[in-house]
């Protein structure tokens, strides 16, 4: 080969390179090799600019990624049928290297039907039905803690983590939330703290303060009951921070989509929470996209749960759970969901909330 | 008209200019659009074959070489003393 064929051979294989890349032909083909490309955050490009959200990707292994998207889909047929004795289940997925995902059933009473049926539901997801005995009602803790209140307000906004009040209770403020919809911010926190009827009440939502007079925070726009989110418009002088209050004063850059959350599981993370009377505690995450049929007359969907019973008490609903942001800076930390509650019985005990991807698919909202 | 033979001279040699000039572009033209088609093509053979990586790398090169390899003995009786 001549030195001009040796150069054009050169440019060409260089031009097509460039155009095999600039038509995203590895997207595919890295799945091909066994992996397959999910959108596992929303992210913001500019962390002051909440608007600037972006999807983010990675590669996961694809046996793995096809286990853990039927076990979502029978996940959701499960809820579906409800049959009798139904309380919830979760999926939990298994490691990036097993390609597996578990079902996890909760029933009450004598289960061996219903995990025949499961069976029968099942293609190659490993079903582990839980006879539950009994159900708790959520309880009070068993010693009183003082909430923690809001400092002085650095400018201007109020951090996520500190104590709020509602008319009828008290519960802890979320990170500013935010709906693309006219860019409207608001203040977040647990739709159960305001009274069952809430033509009664005036929504208002209140801060108080260290050694200072309590401010309002604003009035309840709306009320989300299934989600069990009221998100409120700030009416008063302070604004909703993208921070948490915790020692590093964690900034929050997004949120984790459902397939973040199964990937977090699979890699074994810890999610954190920041509630106004336990603080700040850590915990596995136990169970994504689960259901929960036992304290209302419906069943909750997209729930997360972590943790345990002790990760969450009484004022501390409305606090958020969060993961550092893998691949943003330090201070940097994705919201996993809302913690709203928290459920025990006999081998299992966990705190659990909506996740935020399923506050995004159902309202729109995003961190 | 004994003058007008060395100015016919001046005009062949720019037209051979001229020539070897859009010879060049044209090959680059050429080039760049069978080589696009090329990768469209294996692009949309492999969006459906579902082959591995290495697969879809190694045919486009050797397409490349290939192509060129087969064209540059065309090019080279048409052109044959120009420098590379």
Not at chain 1, 154 to 168: K, L, N, Q, Y
Not at chain 1, 190 to 200: L, N, R, S, V
Not at chain 2, 16 to 45: E, H, M, N, P
């Amino acid at each position: 080969m001549d030195r001009r064929s040796f150069l054009r051979t050169l440019v060409s294989g260089g031009y097509a390179l460039g155009m095999a890349a600039w038509l995203g032909v590895d997207d595919f083909l890295a799945a091909d090799d066994g992996e397959v490309p999910v959108v596992t955050a929303l992210v913001r490009e500019d962390p002051d600019d909440p608007w600037s959200i972006r999807e983010r990707t990675r590669t996961v292994p694809a046996e793995w990624y096809a286990a853990v998207e039927s076990a979502f889909e029978l996940n959701q047929r499960l809820a579906r049928i409800a049959f009798t004795g139904y309380l919830g289940s979760a999926v939990v997925p298994g490691d990036h290297e097993s390609g597996t995902a578990t079902v996890s059933v909760g029933v009450s009473g004598d289960g061996h039907s219903v995990s025949e049926m499961v069976g029968e539901l099942a293609a190659g997801i490993d079903i582990k039905a839980e006879t539950i005995i009994d159900v708790d009602d959520i309880q009070n803790g068993p010693e009183h803690r003082e909430p923690r209140l809001a400092d002085a307000i650095p400018d201007g906004g109020v951090p996520s983590g500190v104590a709020c009040e509602t008319p009828s209770s008290m519960a802890t403020l979320g990170p500013a939330l935010y709906h693309p919809d006219g860019q409207r911010q608001f203040f977040v926190t647990a739709e159960h703290a305001f009274m069952d009827d809430h033509d009664a009440t005036d929504g208002t939502l209140h801060l108080p303060r260290e050694e200072r007079d309590t401010i309002e925070l604003g009035t309840v726009a709306h009320f989300h009951p299934a989600e069990d989110v009221a998100a409120v418009e700030p009416t008063g002088r302070v604004e909703p921070t993208s921070r948490i209050e915790a020692p590093r004063q964690p900034r929050v850059r997004g949120q984790f989509t459902k397939f973040g959350l199964a990937d977090l599981v699979a890699r074994d993370a810890e999610l954190e929470k920041v509630g106004a009377l336990s603080g700040h505690t850590t915990g596995k995450i136990q169970g994504i996209d689960a259901v929960t049929c036992f304290t209302d007359e419906f069943c909750r969907r997209g729930q997360i749960r972590w943790g345990g019973e002790m990760d969450l008490t009484d004022g501390d609903s409305g606090s958020v759970s969060y993961h550092r942001d893998p691949e943003g800076e330090d201070e940097d930390v994705l919201i996993a969901g809302f913690n709203n509650a928290r459920t025990w019985w006999p081998g299992q005990s966990y705190v659990w909330g909506v996740g935020a991807y399923r506050l995004t698919e159902q309202h729109g909202y995003h961190f | 008209m004994s003058n007008d033979t060395p100015r016919t001279s001046r005009t062949g040699r720019a037209r051979r200019v001229i020539t070897a000039v859009t010879s060049g572009g044209l090959r680059i033209l050429v080039d760049l659009l069978v080589v696009s088609l090329w990768v469209l093509f294996l692009t949309l053979w492999f969006l459906e074959t579902a082959w591995p990586r290495w697969a879809f790398y190694g045919a486009l090169l050797l397409g490349v070489s290939v192509y060129v390899s087969i064209t540059s003995g065309w090019w080279a009786s048409t052109t044959a003393d120009d420098g590379a």
